[in-house]
């Protein structure tokens, strides 16, 4: 993606890496996850989203030949943008526009009042990328927002959204992530009289009181990532992560009834890609959205999840063994000292009770309850 006012624009990262990921959720029968939505009043209205699908017409953006054929970045925009559009109207209470849904020139200004037109409470551009002699990288998804010097709350909302979708893109089709960049402009001021962004569609949406924002989904220039981008199914699920990472925050439910998403709040913790922390408890979501439950192998220790998929943690008697574990439900194994009283727990978790056994060549005598008698 190049801007129109800087061909080989000069970028300054700024990393995501310590952002949280929130979500609130609650549980079916099944073990099936229903993240909840909120009766808030984002949640409640219809929300409008106006998708940019970056360059067009006689603006081809970066290209590159590729098998005897020219790529042009404009292209791969536009298929992305119409992947996401698709998955984004899929969803209840919600609107969907694009700033061109052919191949045409519009101006960075007519982007922004495209959006504006339509009342929008979020303009998504995206773009692909291209290696510059400034750049820190050649390679890679990262997220242009607000530096958040007007309205820094529309920074929040497109860096949480950014962050999501970034995450998405890269476990689905495996580009790095770079995280999101701010860049100011040389000359360019907010009406507070505040250095403005340097971004057309970052300045122009955040002057106009809506979160704006660019996706940079891949290089054209980089092998490994060019090599993606021309696949629809890659364009397809770059489409869908965007998307979600909208309905994520805006908790916007699937229109089957089914919500998949929940606007982002502060009492569930993505703490990895599957492991989830709410109140001090641990749940391991599956790739299928579903919470473990009962017994289960991860990475080769076993790890007890109760029925509502909360880690099992502490000491606890499971039918008739007991057991110690871990915050994240994994079992202990070894000696283990609980309330001033020694405990010998096996391989499988289970600690040794009502017998005489040998470890390390003494005799150890374990009671009924597992609490080692001669310790």
């Known amino acids: 993606m190049f801007d129109k006012s800087s061909m080989k624009r000069q970028m300054v990262s700024i990393w995501t890496k310590g952002l949280s990921f929130f979500l609130s959720v609650s549980i079916s029968m099944s073990g099936c996850i229903f993240l909840q939505k909120e009766k808030t009043a984002a949640a409640a209205k219809r929300i409008v989203v106006t998708i940019d699908p970056g360059h067009g017409g006689s603006e081809k953006g970066a290209y590159v030949k590729y098998k005897g054929r020219l790529v042009c970045e404009k292209n791969l925009n536009l298929k992305i943008a119409r992947y996401m559009k698709k998955e984004l109207e899929s969803y ?17 200004e007519g982007r922004v009042q495209i959006a504006k037109n339509h009342g929008s409470n979020l303009l998504f551009s995206i773009h692909n990328n291209a290696g510059g002699p400034s750049s820190s990288y050649r390679d890679g998804a990262c997220a242009l927002i607000s530096s958040g010097q007007y309205h820094k709350e529309l920074s929040t909302v497109a860096a ?22 701010k860049r100011l402009s040389a000359s360019q ?27 940079e989904h891949g290089f054209v220039d980089n092998k490994k990532d060019l090599k993606k981008l021309v696949k629809s199914s890659v364009q397809k699920k770059l489409g869908v992560a965007d998307a979600r990472a909208v309905a994520n925050y805006y908790g916007l439910a699937k229109k089957n009834g089914r919500i998949r998403f929940k606007r982002l709040g502060s009492d569930i913790k993505m703490v990895t890609r599957h492991w989830m922390l709410k109140d001090g408890r641990y749940y391991f979501v599956t790739k299928k959205e579903k919470l473990l439950t009962g017994w289960k192998s991860i990475g080769g220790w076993r790890h007890h999840f109760e029925a ?9 008697k ?7 574990f871990d915050d994240h439900g994994k079992v202990f194994r070894g000696w283990k000292k609980i309330k001033k009283k020694w405990y010998f727990f096996r391989k499988n978790g289970k600690a ?5 056994t040998v470890i390390r060549g003494k005799k ?12």
């Open 92 to 108: 209840k209470n919600v609107t969907v526009y694009l700033t061109r849904s052919d191949d045409r020139n519009v101006t960075l």
């Open 160 to 181: 949480t959204i950014g962050k999501v979708a970034l995450e998405r893109i890269s476990s689905s089709v495996g580009m790095v992530n770079r995280g999101y960049l």
């Open 189 to 215: 001021k907010y009406p507070n009289g505040k250095t403005a962004d340097y971004y057309a569609i970052v300045r122009g949406g955040t002057t106009a009181g809506f979160a704006s924002m660019i996706i």
């Open 308 to 316: 509502n998929g909360a880690a099992t943690k502490g000491f606890h």
């Open 318 to 324: 499971i039918g008739s063994e007991y057991y110690s």
């Open 352 to 356: 040794l009770r009502n017998c005489t």
């Open 364 to 375: 150890y005598r374990f009671a009924k309850n597992g609490k080692c008698l001669n310790p």
